[in-house]
């Protein structure tokens, strides 16, 4: 016997949902050996990484904080894979999105001026959108690889955070650490939960929920999305502008990540420093496919992966493990979920081997 | 004599910054050519750097430890093989995935090494060498790995035209189903090509962290597996191209050696822009000529394939 | 020929193939003399892929026995079928763009020979069979007709015993399948069978002795083509009375809907052939032919006509009158003109949208969408309309395109581009690959629209449907386009020599001369 795929008349709806259980299910029993390899003891681990955080309203609050710039950027590249445009470079549209704002508030911030955050955020949105405009100007005009230059766009904004922070930026009474100052408290975001770090960025994260499934579902937009990337043959035949789609993605993609960035160090941060995340702009592809590119799976799956960042920062403290093991499970997950994939379109079937089935031919 | 010897000296700092993204850049040239586009090529050199470090401190042995780190980059490419190839999965996605994997896995690998002291492999392989003149002696002290980067397009070139797998692979990348048609299997020959990608990428990260900078760090491939990845669409899937575009990029990738050498005082923030954005000039030069681009490269490359039998 | 009726070459018994919901090969049994000439005759889906796919090892049976010489074998792959002594010549060319002839055929092969070695066998068994192949040329340069011989000499390097042909003339013009059946004659007169697979009827009648008829998975029936009439044949093939289409209305003379003026336009394909001075003007109430062989400029044609490629000036393309050159496809189906394109999943149709979407795809404009918002109850209303005037089955407006069977996703696009009324309708290849039903219908519907009122062009290899349906003839060869002639007033004959690429000179008129 051996096993073999057979392709299903049509896909399978249950599995579109039932594959991220599935998953899920997959990387824990991965997750217990690794922990187990590495001499923890699993249950325990699992307790720290799944459930702890979720046990206080602090902790509530810090998953809403983690999950807020992973649902903004998400949304953005889910809408952008829907059309097959491969926006990889969300972290470096963050950290531009983070770089303009927060020179806002740097040069404005402490007049207390009612326009400050409304200005900052804007200009950490249009941030994102200008380092977006970038490839989908190389893409549209010179057909260059998006998934390339958005990833070497975000190498360069990185660096070009690096030289602000370490120059020109750099916090004269800062004991010669590589950050900026602090933001005047006019030029901080306002909390939602007193005592938490929660702020009102979720809010921008949660409203853009519903927007982007109505944009996807209900608009001719979405549409025109949708069949760039189901069959970019039929949209040409349907006379839907390709080039036109790919500005759309990226520069929508582009805003939201530079949303996420100038709420995130308008928000927790308070100032610039070389780091300013932990990987959420790679993160949030792994959320949007784990959310099936749909903006309400996304909701879900942004809240699974910030309670992973969480749990990791918990394992760092009580287990003393590195905060590589987020990384790792992440991509496990990812791993996992593409596995589970094959069942939306094939189903598996045992077979019986060659030699069998020609003997009974013969018979 | 001055110009000659910083001339020589750049010389072979280009060699060695050259000589990790020829050699992943060719393992993905391979997979490519027979029609899978492997994303993950960052996440497999790291994997390779992490594992070949480790391998090498733990038996003081530099061979054991790039043989590890090839298994490592070949297990990393096997995983992405049973998803995009037996379980069908997108190639984009997958190879994403396996970079984000690597990314974290070498880290948790790797945490215990930060910082621990490595000698760089030997670079004396030739005999009689201290007979020779200064120059000649500089020039000739690259590391093994060096001159095997330096022969490998030459080998690849004869690989892909004038051998027979050669031209098998050329026609599964060029028709899956006509292959199939043929008898050929698919399957097995684009799991060989993806498995040696993946110890090519291996190897590559492994003499980043045993050979240029000998020491092992988080995130230490910095970008060059999307760098060689982008060198194989500016090559158009030629081996030689791939090795111009890789010396081309090797001396970018320098540029703050040459900066101190001239005694400019630039930013380093600044200076480590320069791959990345040579990446992208470069890679806007080869694609805007579509044409061009289509009529080499692979026609069923990233392209899945179901027999239907 | 008393050794033929002794020991059948290839004896297939009870071989049956069932894929996911579909039973493609059921209990088939023939078997093929040697040096016979065996036509496999029946309709596109009645299993005759599947079961060459069997005999050539592409594709294991689930049940049956295959006997060789009289011996009961098992072919496990196409490289055993090859050691048998099958050769197969597939449909669609089994070769590789990039690559030589001789590379191709190298890898056919299998041998340990080297190119060079190759090369000389290669010119030596062309020459000795009239097959004129060059093997160092690359095949993306060749025409389909050399590359059907690149395949041909790939089979005889091999000595075969039993040689495959799918639908071997479906890419020839008439004059190239005459050289072929001499070839097939003479091999069959050196002792090596032939399986021929072909739902042409006068060919089978001009080359076989003995012939199968599918249906729906079964043989159905055997018969001698010599000696049955193409009627017989037929009726047992599609299992009933042959339909026929029929032309309502009369001819009657129009304003010209579309006018194409002295269209060049270089193709951005790497194998593509460019378009050359290419002229014809479409009335109102008429069907244009387009005639020829694949892959001599009817993509590029219809994407200039379509909009999905710009003309280099807006006078070389006019719709109703207006200059239209430069509009893309939206702004050119503003223009009331329609498009049924070649290929259906993936361009005419998305496979996994829903039939609701799928209405949508090139009718937005025609007021489904409201301030940017779509409005599915409207659209909901037209995919339903569409299924019930053309009969499409399916299991409703959100069926996924995938779940439809061709004739029936053909059918859903004809009506989704005829219900907009439009004034100019390009259609490419409509029937091919339906079943008759299907192409009746669809005949039926382009004949009506143009009984309407509506200009008609359509681009089919397919000469017997042009014939049947088109008022004008012209034939597109290596990208130019010949002056387009009235029905009836020219011959297969003709229009073959001009597929063939001999064009008169002074090619290119507008329709007006003729008319």
């Known amino acids: ?363 | 004599m001055h110009e000659t010897e910083i001339l020589l000296a750049v010389v072979v700092a280009t060699l060695r910054a050259a000589t990790p993204l020829m050699i992943a850049g060719f393992g993905e040239l391979i997979a490519e050519r027979s029609g899978v586009l492997n994303l993950g090529v960052e996440g497999m050199m790291l994997m390779g750097a992490s594992v070949g470090f480790i391998g090498t401190v733990a038996t003081g042995s530099p061979i054991l430890g790039f043989v590890a780190a090839m298994l490592a980059g070949a297990a990393l490419a096997l995983v992405f093989g049973v998803l995009t190839l037996s379980l069908m999965a997108n190639q984009v996605a997958t190879g994403l995935a396996l970079t984000i994997f690597g990314v974290g896995f070498s880290a948790l690998v790797g945490v215990g090494w930060i910082g621990t002291p490595l000698q760089g492999i030997a670079t004396d392989i030739w005999p009689g060498l201290s007979k020779a003149s200064p120059m000649v002696q500089q020039l000739m002290l690259l590391d093994p790995v060096v001159w095997l980067a330096i022969l490998l397009p030459f080998i690849a070139q004869r690989f892909i035209y004038r051998t027979r797998a050669g031209l098998i692979l050329r026609a599964v990348g060029e028709s899956h189903d006509v292959a199939h048609a043929l008898g050929y299997s698919v399957l097995r020959i684009r799991y060989l090509a993806v498995l040696f990608g993946g110890a090519m990428s291996g190897l590559a990260g492994a003499y980043l962290s045993l050979a240029y900078t000998p020491m092992w760090s988080d995130n230490m491939v910095a970008g060059r597996g999307w760098i060689a990845l982008a060198l194989v669409v500016f090559s158009t899937w030629k081996p030689l191209w791939l090795a111009i575009g890789s010396l081309l990029f090797g001396f970018v990738t320098i540029a703050q050696f040459q900066a101190e050498a001239l005694g400019l005082d630039v930013s380093p923030h600044l200076l480590a822009m320069l791959p990345y954005l040579a990446t992208i000039v470069v890679l806007v030069l080869i694609s805007r000529d579509a044409t061009r681009l289509k009529l080499n490269a692979p026609a069923a490359l990233g392209r899945p394939f179901h027999a239907t039998a | ?515």
């Open chain 3, 1 to 515: 020929m008393d050794a033929r009726s002794l020991t059948p070459r290839l004896r297939l018994s009870g071989i049956t193939k069932r894929y996911a919901a579909t039973l493609a090969n059921s209990d088939i049994s023939l078997s093929i003399a040697p040096g016979e000439i065996h036509a496999l005759l029946g309709e596109n889906g009645a299993g005759k892929s599947t079961l060459v796919k069997i005999i050539y090892g592409v594709v294991r049976p689930d049940a049956g026995a295959i006997a060789w010489e009289g011996a009961p074998v098992e072919i496990a792959d196409p490289n055993a079928a090859r050691r048998l002594g099958v050769g197969m010549v597939f449909q669609h060319f089994s070769l590789f763009e990039s690559l030589t002839v001789a590379e191709n055929i190298a890898l056919g092969l299998g041998a340990s020979e080297t190119i060079a070695e190759l090369t000389v066998r290669i010119e030596e068994i062309a020459r000795r069979y009239g097959l004129a192949v060059e093997p160092t040329r690359h095949v993306h340069h060749l025409s389909v007709g050399e590359r059907q011989r690149v395949e041909i000499v790939r089979c005889l390097l091999q000595s075969p015993r039993l040689l495959i042909m799918d639908e071997p003339t479906s890419v020839l013009t008439p004059q190239e399948a005459e050289g072929l059946f001499d070839v097939l004659r003479r091999l069959s007169d050196e002792g090596c069978s032939v399986l021929y697979i072909s739902h042409k009827l006068e060919e089978i009648k001009a080359l076989c002795e003995h012939a199968t008829v599918l249906r729906a998975g079964r043989v159905v029936g055997e018969c001698d083509p010599r000696v049955s009439t193409e009627q017989q044949m037929a009726e047992l093939m599609i299992g009933g009375a042959l339909p026929t289409a029929h032309r309502a209305a009369p001819l009657r003379e129009g304003r010209p809907c579309l006018e194409v003026a002295r269209l060049t336009l270089m193709s951005d394909e790497p194998f593509g052939t460019h378009l050359r001075d290419i002229s014809f003007t479409l009335r109102d109430g008429e069907i244009l032919g387009i005639a020829g062989v694949a892959g001599n400029g009817q993509k590029e044609l219809l994407a200039a006509l379509s909009g999905e490629r710009r003309a280099p000036t807006a006078e070389a393309v006019r719709i109703g009158g207006v200059a239209a050159g430069l509009l893309g496809p939206a702004a050119r189906r503003r223009l009331h003109q329609s498009f049924i394109p070649e290929e259906r999943l993936g361009r005419g149709a998305v496979a996994e949208f829903p039939l609701r979407e799928n209405a949508l795809l090139t009718v937005y404009q025609a007021g489904f969408v409201r301030g940017g918002l779509i409005r599915f109850a409207s659209v909901a209303r037209y995919a339903r309309d569409i299924i019930t005037r053309f009969n499409v089955k399916a299991a409703g407006i959100d069926a996924a395109g995938s779940s439809l069977s061709g004739g029936n996703m053909q059918k859903f696009i004809v009506g989704r581009e005829i219900g907009t009324n439009p004034r100019v309708l390009l259609a490419a290849h409509p029937t091919w690959g339906v079943d008759i039903g299907a192409a009746i219908a669809i005949r039926q519907a382009l004949m009506d629209l143009a009984a309407a009122g509506s200009g008609v062009l359509v681009v089919s290899e397919d000469l017997a449907e042009l014939f049947e349906i088109s008022d004008y003839i012209a034939v597109l060869s290596g990208g130019r386009l010949s002056a387009p002639k009235r029905t009836h007033e020219t011959t297969v004959e003709e229009v073959g020599l001009l597929m063939g690429g001999k064009m008169e000179a002074g090619a290119g008129p507008a329709v007006a001369d003729a008319a």
């Open chain 1, 1 to 363: 016997m051996r096993l073999s795929l057979e392709a299903r008349a049509k896909p399978a709806r249950i599995m579109v949902w039932a594959s991220p259980l599935i998953a899920a299910v997959g990387s824990i029993i991965g997750v217990s050996i690794l922990f187990a390899v590495l001499g923890r003891d699993p249950l325990a681990a699992l307790n720290i990484l799944f459930v702890a955080p979720l046990e206080t309203i602090d902790g509530l609050a810090e998953l809403g904080l983690k999950a807020t710039p992973l649902l903004l950027c998400a949304i953005g590249i889910a809408v952008g894979c829907r059309a097959e445009v491969w926006n990889i470079g969300a972290e470096g549209q963050f950290t531009i999105g983070a770089i303009c704002g927060g020179g806002v508030a740097l040069a404005f911030g402490g007049n207390d001026s009612w326009w400050l955050l409304p200005v900052m955020l804007l200009a950490g949105i249009a941030g994102g959108m200008a380092w977006a405009a970038i490839p989908a100007f190389l893409k549209t005009r010179f057909n260059a690889h998006e998934i390339l230059t958005t990833l070497m766009l975000t190498y360069v904004s990185i660096q070009l955070l690096g030289y602000l922070v370490h120059g020109p930026w750099k916090d004269p009474q800062g004991y010669s650490f590589p950050q900026t100052r602090q933001f005047e408290a006019d030029a901080l975001l306002p909390m939602l939960i007193e005592g938490t770090r929660l702020h009102i960025g979720v809010v921008f994260a949660l409203a853009s929920v519903p927007l982007g499934s109505i944009l996807l579902g209900r608009t001719m937009l979405g549409f025109q999305i949708r069949t760039v990337g189901a069959a970019p043959a039929a949209a040409r035949y349907a006379g839907f502008s390709r080039n036109r789609i790919v500005w759309v993605c990226l520069l929508l993609s582009g805003g939201m990540a530079g949303l996420a960035g100038i709420c995130e160090v308008a928000g927790p941060d308070g100032q610039l420093t070389p780091v300013i995340s932990p990987g959420y702009g790679f993160a949030a592809i792994i959320v949007a496919f784990l959310g099936r590119l749909n903006p309400i799976g996304i909701l879900f799956s942004s809240a699974l992966m910030a309670l992973l960042y969480l749990g990791g920062e918990g394992l760092q403290v009580s287990m003393q493990l590195p905060i590589a093991v987020t990384g790792t499970i992440q991509g496990m997950l990812l791993f996992f979920l593409l596995a589970a994939d094959v069942l939306i379109n094939y189903r598996v079937r045992l077979k019986p081997s060659r030699a069998a089935a020609g003997a009974t031919g013969h018979a």
